[in-house]
C-alpha cells in the first residue's frame, strides 16, 4: 500500500533556529500534500495545501513567512519552520494525496514532534 | 461548507465491550467517508473507507455504514481489545472537488478500554 515517510520523528531545538521537517511519499506520485498540526488532545488543524510546481495554499490565520512550504517534486514535500518559538511546539502531520482516478487516497506519514526550548 | 461531528469524548469501555462510535456530516455533493485512527506519538492510520451510499467499510473488527438519509458513517465493533485504545478521526473527502479535494475531520474521540 501507499506509504509515506515523514522525518525527523522529534526535534528539539533552540528558540529563533529553524527546523526542517520532510514529507516523502515512497510509492506513489504526490501531487498534493497537506501539513497538518495538532495540539494535545485536540484534533489537527490543517496548516497549508502543498502543490508540486507551485505556491502553497495556506488556512487562513496561518503566518506563510513562518510556515515555509516547498513541493519541488512529486514525491517530497517540506515544511520549515523559520525562527522557531516555544509556542510553535507541535505535532506537525504529512499527508499525501494519491490520486487515482475519481477517487483520492490520503496516505500519513508518522508526524514530528517538535519541541522548542 | 463540509464538516464532521463527531460525539463528545473521551470513551472507557471494558474489554470485550461493544463500541460504537457517532459521526455525522454535512457536505455538498456526494463525500467519500473515512475512520482514521491514531495511536499514541504516531500519525493517522487508515481505518475504514466508503465511497458511496449504502457502501460498508469494514477493517480488523471495525465496520461503519454509510448512511446517505441520516448523513451518517458511524463506527461499530463487537468486542473491543486493550490494543484497540487510541484516538478515532472520522473524515470526509469531497471527490467532485477534484484538484480541490482534501480532507475535513471530525474532533477526534479518545477510545480507552480496560483489561
Known amino acids: 500500500g501507499a506509504v509515506v515517510s515523514q522525518h525527523p520523528s522529534r526535534v528539539i531545538c533552540k528558540s529563533g533556529t529553524s527546523v526542517k521537517i520532510e514529507c516523502r511519499s515512497l510509492?506513489?506520485?504526490?501531487?498534493?500534500m497537506f501539513w497538518y498540526r495538532q495540539f494535545p488532545k485536540q484534533s489537527l488543524m490543517l496548516m497549508a495545501t502543498?502543490?508540486?510546481?507551485?505556491?502553497?495554499?495556506?488556512e487562513q490565520g496561518v503566518e506563510k513567512d513562518k510556515f515555509l512550504i516547498n513541493h519541488a517534486s512529486l514525491t517530497l514535500s517540506t515544511l520549515t519552520v523559520t525562527s522557531a518559538h516555544p509556542e510553535d511546539s507541535s505535532f506537525y502531520i504529512c499527508?499525501?494525496?494519491?490520486?487515482?482516478?475519481?477517487?483520492?487516497?490520503?496516505?500519513f506519514g508518522s508526524g514530528t514532534r517538535l519541541t522548542v526550548v | 461548507g463540509n464538516s464532521v461531528t463527531q460525539m463528545e469524548g473521551p470513551v472507557t469501555l471494558s474489554e470485550e465491550a461493544f463500541l460504537t462510535i457517532n459521526c455525522t456530516y454535512t457536505?455538498?455533493?456526494?463525500?467519500?467517508l473515512f475512520w482514521y485512527v491514531q495511536y499514541p506519538g504516531e500519525g493517522l492510520q487508515l481505518l475504514l473507507k466508503?465511497?458511496?451510499?449504502?457502501d460498508k467499510g469494514s477493517n480488523k473488527g471495525f465496520e461503519a455504514t454509510y448512511r446517505k438519509e441520516t448523513t451518517s458513517f458511524h463506527l461499530e465493533k463487537g468486542s473491543v481489545q486493550v490494543s484497540d485504545s487510541a484516538v478515532y478521526f472520522c473524515?470526509?473527502?469531497?471527490?467532485?472537488?477534484?484538484?480541490?479535494?482534501?480532507?475535513?475531520f471530525g474532533k477526534g474521540i479518545t477510545l480507552s478500554v480496560r483489561p
Open positions: 502543498s502543490n508540486e510546481g507551485s505556491k502553497a495554499t495556506y
Open positions: 510509492d506513489f506520485q504526490a501531487t498534493t
Open positions: 499527508s499525501a494525496r494519491e490520486d487515482r482516478g475519481l477517487i483520492y487516497g490520503y496516505t
Open positions: 473524515a470526509l473527502s469531497d471527490q467532485q472537488a477534484g484538484a480541490n479535494s482534501k480532507l475535513t
Open positions: 466508503a465511497t458511496k451510499a449504502d
Open positions: 457536505a455538498t455533493g456526494y463525500p467519500s
